[in-house]
């Protein structure tokens, strides 16, 4: 079940919101400006997840701007309590802009993945690293799937992500594809980046993840009253919370 509610800021303002509120489970995506909030988050967070920001380096650069000791320093000097391997995201405009395939990308998450536990692995990082399964179709993530079980990188870890669930339009395609990896990986702590409200809104779902994050609460909305949208988005998903689990409802928010 959701266990774990990132709020994931994107802007100064929503870093801001986080702040006022002191939520206590943030994602900071590596690959902004933004990412020194992360120092001052670490002051009251309970935990502190560091995205390795595949989505912009991959459409920016088509793949890293900085190197995997700089992104491990990084994580060592903010305390972060996980973070996120460097992979290659699967969406179709990285795809069309730079003509690779989605097997390109999911070799190129499996390869740096592997590197980049080989650095993790001789330095003194406590943070805890998060695969990520990479995919655009079902059948692309169980090939992922299978491709990290050959290399030892399912039974390796308790807590895995899966890649490319933000940006997508179609719900019933984003919960077919989590619920296909909540079987295959039964017993895991299953993370889904970026998901909508609308994909949460399902028992099944809401069951079989772990975790998941959002920075959409404002999206399209005066900066202003980002604060309110804030705590209207964090409603919401009591009210899931409290629908889906009834008698174990405790409060995601904690004010």
Not at 9 to 22: A, C, D, E, M, Y
Not at 55 to 71: A, E, I, Q, R, V
Not at 163 to 190: P, Y
Request: proline content about 4%; some cysteine.
């Amino acid at each position: 079940m959701v266990e774990v509610f990132y709020l994931s800021p994107s802007s100064g303002t929503q870093f801001n919101v986080v702040i006022r509120l002191k939520y206590p489970y943030i994602l900071v995506n590596y690959a902004t400006m933004l990412r020194d909030y992360a120092k001052i988050c670490r002051k009251f967070a309970k935990i502190l997840l560091i995205d390795s920001g595949g989505f912009p380096s991959s459409f920016l650069y088509n793949g890293y701007n900085t190197s995997d000791k700089h992104y491990l320093s990084f994580i060592k000097t903010v305390r972060a309590d996980y973070f996120v391997l460097r992979d290659y995201p699967c969406e179709p405009q990285i795809l069309q802009k730079f003509k690779v395939t989605v097997k390109d990308q999911i070799h190129k998450t499996l390869e740096h993945h592997l590197k980049l536990l080989e650095l993790y692995e001789r330095s003194n990082v406590r943070a805890t690293p998060i695969p990520v399964i990479q995919g655009w179709r079902i059948h692309e993530y169980l090939y992922c799937l299978d491709l990290f079980k050959e290399h030892g990188l399912i039974d390796k870890f308790d807590y895995i992500a899966i890649g490319s669930t933000c940006r997508r339009h179609k719900t019933k395609e984003v919960r077919k594809i989590i619920m296909t990896l909540s079987k295959e990986l039964k017993g895991k702590k299953l993370h889904a980046f970026g998901v909508k409200l609308s994909v949460l809104d399902d028992f099944n779902i809401w069951n079989a993840l772990y975790s998941c994050d959002s920075s959409a609460w404002d999206f399209k909305k005066p900066k202003q009253n980002s604060l309110q949208y804030c705590l209207e988005f964090l409603r919401k998903l009591e009210s899931y919370k409290e629908k889906f689990e009834n008698s174990r409802y405790t409060p995601l928010l904690i004010e």
